[in-house]
T-cell receptor
């Protein structure tokens, strides 16, 4: 059974810092890994999608890496801004089951 | 293209009642999935529909059901509501059935059962 873990559960940093969010998964049989952002009470916004054959993806100040063999992904946020405050979720698309398995998320607060 | 839309956005129901939630996928997307989000359990997969057929189902009781119409719009139904069904219900769509396709989520329906 695929399990996804995100560390830390919560993170508070001053504006301008670079930061790393971690995601680990137990089964390497995945199609891809997605990072999402969720604002309080809202739906999920897709940030980055990394296919299983890829090592990283970049979008603006965000960079996500994937090491399938070790079951790890990181989301790097450069020059953080207060508007980056949200919960960040990673999810793996499980082979065979055709579903996303989510981590519990990291609640990020950027202090002005 | 318009994103995934869900209606209603908020719903309050009483225990024992039933409820129907609706999801319209991104135009051209034929796969629709449903997820339940609660503070205790996080995001959990309910089911996925593709071309009007349920392709996969999560570990939820039979009170949770769904369907998909020929225009790819989907509905999910929860019968005999329980307090524990209070949650944010999220719908996602993707372009194809293969697992490599990116999932796009709607804003969710907040269901409160009293």
């Amino acid at each position: 059974k695929q399990e996804v873990t995100q560390i830390p559960a919560a993170l508070s940093v001053p504006e301008g810092e670079n930061l790393v969010l971690n995601c680990s998964f137990t089964d390497s049989a995945i199609y891809n890994l997605q990072w999402f952002r969720q604002d309080p009470g809202k739906g999920l916004t897709s940030l980055l999608l990394i296919q299983s054959s890829q090592r990283e993806q970049t979008s603006g100040r965000l960079n996500a890496s994937l090491d399938k063999s070790s079951g790890r992904s990181t989301l790097y946020i450069a020059a953080s801004q207060p508007g980056d405050s949200a919960t960040y979720l990673c999810a793996v698309q499980v082979q065979g089951a055709q579903k996303l398995v989510f981590g519990q998320g990291t609640r990020l607060t950027i202090n002005p | 293209k318009a994103g995934v839309t869900q209606t209603p956005r908020y719903l309050i129901k009483t225990r024992g009642q039933q409820v129907t939630l609706s999801c319209s996928p991104i135009s051209g997307h034929r796969s629709v999935s449903w997820y339940q989000q609660t503070p205790g359990q996080g995001l959990q997969f309910l089911f996925e529909y593709f071309s009007e057929t349920q392709r996969n189902k999560g570990n939820f009781p039979g009170r949770f059901s769904g369907r998909q119409f020929s225009n790819s719009r989907s509905e999910m139904n929860v019968s005999t509501l329980e307090l524990g069904d209070s949650a944010l219900y999220l719908c996602a769509s993707r372009d194809g059935i293969l697992g490599t396709y990116e999932q796009y989520f709607g804003p969710g329906t907040r269901l409160t059962v009293t």
